[in-house]
């Protein structure tokens, strides 16, 4: 029931409400996965927490120049990807307090920003873009774990994520693509046809593989923090942080794609 309530707040906010209702929702969201992580970081700095709601305001309610939304995912994407460096290389993502303030603004304030500012990455308000996204990861994570299930027997990360496997990983990736076509299929039946069917099989892969990379980068995070979920909001699945950290981590990676994608149009 938790999931079918959160999945219905996503599109039904999303596509049939007035956008301020989508922002202020997701902006919501981001809020609950900031107090989920800040204990388990151990950051206790109550500033912080201001700085989401208004950063929301300011840079996707308000709108600000584009250059400062560049150099925001310029820092957003180094940040992600040093944090990917902590993944592979080091046994413990080293906690410092410098750190600690620059994953709880960029790694999740940062990274939530750019999943709110993807229906304007396009000239016309495209909610569907965001739609689309969601479903890729749901489709990544539905069928990694189905492929993981019935073929998994060579570990992805066992030190990190024990039921995760490479099968799971590619069955899932696969899966997700197959997902990318059809919805540039559905989304053309519509008259939306901003993306061409290789650019949403590119776009998948990008939000699949780096979603994959999120959840391992955020259970990495829980195993040192010492817990199994980052909350309890949803029963039957965690915190919200749980729900949404593939989508976090790969929404600035997906709106590079679709900037990338953008300027060769």
Known sequence: MSGIIYVSLVVISALYAPEWVF?????????????ELMPMI???????????????????????????????????????????????????????????????????????????????????????LLIGIFAIIWTNDSFAYISGRLLGKHKLMKRISPKKTIEGFVGGLVMAIVAGILLHFYLASTGIDDYSVYDWAIIAFVVAFFGTIGDLIQSKIKRQAAVKDSGSIMPGHGGIFDRMDSIIFAAPFAYLTFLIINHVS
């Open 23 to 35: 922002i202020l929702l997701f902006c919501v969201f981001a809020f609950i996965c900031l107090v």
């Open 42 to 128: 151990r950051l206790r700095q109550w500033v912080i927490y201001p700085m989401l709601p208004l950063a929301y305001y300011f840079i996707v309610w308000q709108g600000v120049n584009v250059n400062v939304i560049y150099l925001l995912l310029i820092a957003t994407l180094l940040v992600n990807i040093y944090l990917i460096r902590d993944l592979v290389l080091v046994d413990r993502i080293a906690l410092f307090n410098t750190k600690k303030h620059i994953i709880a603004l960029l790694y999740l304030i940062g990274s939530s920003l750019f999943l709110a500012l993807l229906p304007n990455i396009v000239e016309t308000y495209r909610p569907e």
